[in-house]
């Protein structure tokens, strides 16, 4: 199996090069943000806890989003890997993961950490807050605090990917094309190997 993690501040292109690189390398994307945002357009206990944590620009409590990956994984026993985009958020997050891997016999092979200056994540949020909806995306102080929540809780997270050696930087502004191309290439030194 192939697992990976899309890795990066809110606003880094996580959602956007997800999208393409499960086309590419047959992927199921489980994206924590997405299944969210699902819980609270079906407005299920869950999501109308975690929606009055986001539109603050809070994280949702670890053992909420540790169980709906728990059971995403359960749910495609077929896949032949995972690209986690968004998760994990935590350390504990983290440690969760790497146990319910283990728990299938595999790991994460790769953490791919997209690189932004925080002016350029504000103005692509502000920009995507104009069309989406997102009640998390259209007010410039709910966008800082996700990025202080990114420095205080989740940056962290690189550091336990750091100790194994699974973490590669890669540039996280240019075209969308360009920074794909980027990541691709990452990936298929790591197949080949
Ligand atoms: P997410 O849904 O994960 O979203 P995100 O971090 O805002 O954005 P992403 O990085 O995917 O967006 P993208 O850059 O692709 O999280 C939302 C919230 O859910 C969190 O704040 C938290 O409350 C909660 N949550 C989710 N997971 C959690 C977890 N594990 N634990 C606890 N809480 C959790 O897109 C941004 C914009 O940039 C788009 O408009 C895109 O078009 C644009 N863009 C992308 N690439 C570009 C490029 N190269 N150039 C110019 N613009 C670009």
Avoid: W
């Amino acid at each position: 199996m192939f697992n990976l993690i899309l890795f990066g501040p809110p606003g880094s292109g996580k959602g956007t090069q997800s999208e393409k690189l499960i086309v590419k390398y047959n992927l199921k994307h489980l994206s924590t943000g997405d299944l969210l945002r699902t819980e609270i357009s079906n407005k299920t206990p869950l999501g109308l806890e975690a929606r009055s944590l986001m539109e603050k620009g809070h994280l949702v409590p670890d053992e909420v989003v540790i169980g709906m990956i728990s059971s995403a994984l359960d749910g495609n026993p077929a896949a032949t890997g995972f690209l986690f985009d968004g998760f994990p958020r935590t350390s504990a997050q983290a440690d969760a993961l790497d146990k319910l891997l283990q728990l299938k016999k595999t790991s994460i092979c790769i953490m791919l950490a997209l690189e932004v200056s925080e002016e350029e994540l504000v103005k692509r949020l502000l920009k995507r807050g104009e069309t989406s909806g997102r009640m998390d995306d259209n007010n410039d102080a709910v966008i800082r605090e996700r990025i202080i929540e990114y420095n205080r809780k989740t940056a962290a997270v690189a550091d336990h990917y750091e100790k194994l050696n699974k973490v590669v930087m890669v540039k996280g502004e240019g075209s969308v094309d360009e920074i794909f191309s980027a990541l691709c290439e990452e990936i298929d030194s790591r197949i080949k190997n």
